[in-house]
């Protein structure tokens, strides 16, 4: 006899680096879930939706590089309830994707209560995403992806560009970083993540909605590098245009304007992050 998914337990759940709070979404549908008071996943029953609009962003950007159906080797820097691995086993069927979470207990209550695609469609390690992408074969992984936050920012070793030179090695030729920078209005986190990836990285681009790119709220954008163009092709622009949030990118020399600041690095980005 088939084995019964146990039900997500709504409410608050002690993990390893604090605490977990699962809520029923009764107007998206599906699961939200939230570490120590920031929103963290989204779950819904169908695997190709994607409530949380930085993740729809990425999404297009993938599809951007890779035909629909295609498998891919991707790797996710941050994990929580794994939405994105979810949604890259449903669109590109036969990827092969490993996912990092620094909590063990949040990792396990992803595996018991939702519907994750098994190894080796989708692997769950627990460790430090910047220890484990060290260790990496390099030029192994199509898309990689940096999505971990402690509170409401990117732990500042996953900033540098020590980093994101390993980023880069561990990244097959033509391959694409994705990173979720969370900022304040002024900017100045986002920007120093664009300049220390461009000088890592041939190509960079940002993608945001409007207020975001001119500071007019607190929130998500992500940051695209390759060794290979990213272009702002017409159905790529479409696709972000008619998103329930509208986004807009920059790429080529804009999104080296936009990131008009001094790069990271492992000795400069405490005091940077902290400024």
Not at 200 to 224: I, P, Y
Request: glycine fraction near 6%; proline fraction near 5%; aromatic fraction near 4%.
């Amino acid at each position: 006899m088939a084995r019964t998914r146990p039900e997500p337990v709504v409410g608050r759940h002690r993990i390893s680096t604090g605490v977990a709070e699962l809520v029923h979404d009764t107007v998206a549908g599906g699961w939200l879930l939230t570490i120590n008071g920031a929103q963290s996943s989204h779950i819904h029953p169908d695997p190709g939706v994607l409530e949380f609009e930085y993740m729809r962003q990425m999404a297009a950007l993938i599809a951007s590089r890779h035909d629909a159906d295609a498998p891919i080797r991707a790797l996710h820097l941050g994990a929580a309830a794994c939405a994105l691995p979810r949604y890259v086993a449903d669109r590109y069927p036969g990827s092969k994707q490993v996912a990092i979470e620094i909590d063990a207990e949040l990792a396990r209550l992803a595996r018991e209560w939702f519907d994750l695609p098994r190894a080796p469609r989708l692997r769950i390690r627990v460790g430090d995403a910047r220890e484990v992408l060290t260790g990496l074969t390099q030029q192994t992984r199509d898309v990689i992806v940096r999505d971990a936050f402690i509170a409401a920012r990117t732990p500042r070793h996953l900033t540098t560009r020590e980093f994101v030179v390993q980023v880069r090695r561990v990244l097959a030729p033509g391959g694409l970083y994705l990173a979720n920078c969370g900022d304040n209005r002024d900017l100045t986190r986002a920007r120093a993540e664009v300049a220390t990836a461009a000088e890592v990285f041939e190509h960079v681009a940002v993608v945001a909605d409007a207020a975001m790119l001119k500071g007019r709220r607190t929130g998500n954008l992500v940051l695209a590098a390759s060794d290979h163009p990213i272009e702002d092709t017409p159905e790529l622009v479409r696709t972000l245009l008619s998103d329930p949030q509208p986004a807009q990118m920059l790429s080529g020399r804009r999104a080296r304007d936009f990131g008009s600041a001094t790069a990271l690095d492992d000795n400069t980005s405490r005091d940077s992050h902290n400024s």
